[in-house]
């Protein structure tokens, strides 16, 4: 399955999880989320897996098993785009998710214990 189709399905589920909520005086931000995030998948599909974000996510380990998995943050990313107020165009999205991957998947450097200084 294409990497993009299955960011687009990603984005397209959160959208449906957006316009199920019922939140009183949510004020119509359920569905500004809903229509920019399909609006997201909808752009991702008209990308090519080999477009440097996509490729980005998937250095980054954001595919698994067929899946789009983003990272915790990303999907904070995702589920809250557009839900207080404009957040920019898809593609700024797309750009930021694949920032948190490449942050929260860099290796933590090891720590290597100082020499000891001579004592004499």
């Known amino acids: 399955m294409p990497k993009t189709l299955m960011i687009a399905d990603f984005l397209r589920s959160a959208a449906r999880r957006r316009i199920d909520l019922v939140e009183d005086d949510e004020e119509g931000r359920n569905a500004r989320c809903a229509v920019a995030l399909i609006n997201a998948a909808g752009y991702v599909q008209e990308i090519s897996d080999t477009d440097r974000v996509v490729t980005r996510m998937a250095a980054a380990g954001c595919f698994e098993e067929e899946r ?53």
């Open 68 to 120: 789009f998995r983003p990272t915790p943050t990303g999907e904070r990313l995702i589920t809250g785009w557009h839900y207080t107020g404009p957040g920019g165009d898809p593609a700024d999205l797309l750009a930021a998710v694949a920032a948190a991957a490449e942050r929260e998947t860099e290796p933590i450097p090891a720590v290597l214990p100082q020499p000891r200084a001579a004592t004499g």
